[in-house]
């Protein structure tokens, strides 16, 4: 943990570096790609990691178990845990998200394409938004 900096102000790669979790075990999804880029500030991270690592994460008092969708979702200092990313309305697999991750900083992130599909899923308003501010952050990247 660093000392004498808030958790707000450390960036979402300092979180994950900081977790120390295994290379081509996890991949950070939803806001930490668009904080990492520049493109906007995430205020948690989230990661979803395959079935050895969660397990492994399950057995850590440290982290808050939560049930969602008939799943277990961990949760500790603003960063949460996603079980597996593939559901109904978004096929992609943490397996598959993890091999065409964007590294940044020896950092695996959702790859832009990616993360549009995604926050199109998630379907909520914020995430519409954000497929725009990715939309603009690739036009001006050409």
């Not at 960036?11 to 806001?31: D, H, M, R, T």
Request: aromatic fraction near 8%; proline fraction near 4%.
């Amino acid at each position: 943990m660093l000392k004498n900096t808030s958790d707000k102000e450390r960036s979402v790669i300092e979180k994950v570096k900081e977790l120390n979790f295994p290379i081509g075990q996890y991949v950070v999804v939803a806001s930490g790609t668009l904080d990492a880029l520049g493109i906007r500030k995430a205020s948690d991270v989230d990661i979803a990691v395959l079935p050895e690592l969660h397990k492994k994460l399950c057995e850590n008092p440290e982290w808050e178990q939560l049930e969602k969708y008939g799943k277990i979702f961990l949760k500790k200092e603003g960063v949460d845990i996603i079980p597996s990313l593939d559901w109904s309305e978004y096929l992609t697999t943490t397996e598959e998200a993890i091999a065409s991750a964007l590294i940044i900083d020896g950092i695996p992130f959702l790859n832009l394409q990616e993360l549009k599909k995604f926050k199109r899923a998630m379907g909520r308003d914020k995430d519409f938004e954000d497929i725009k501010l990715i939309d603009d952050y690739l036009l001006n990247k050409k």
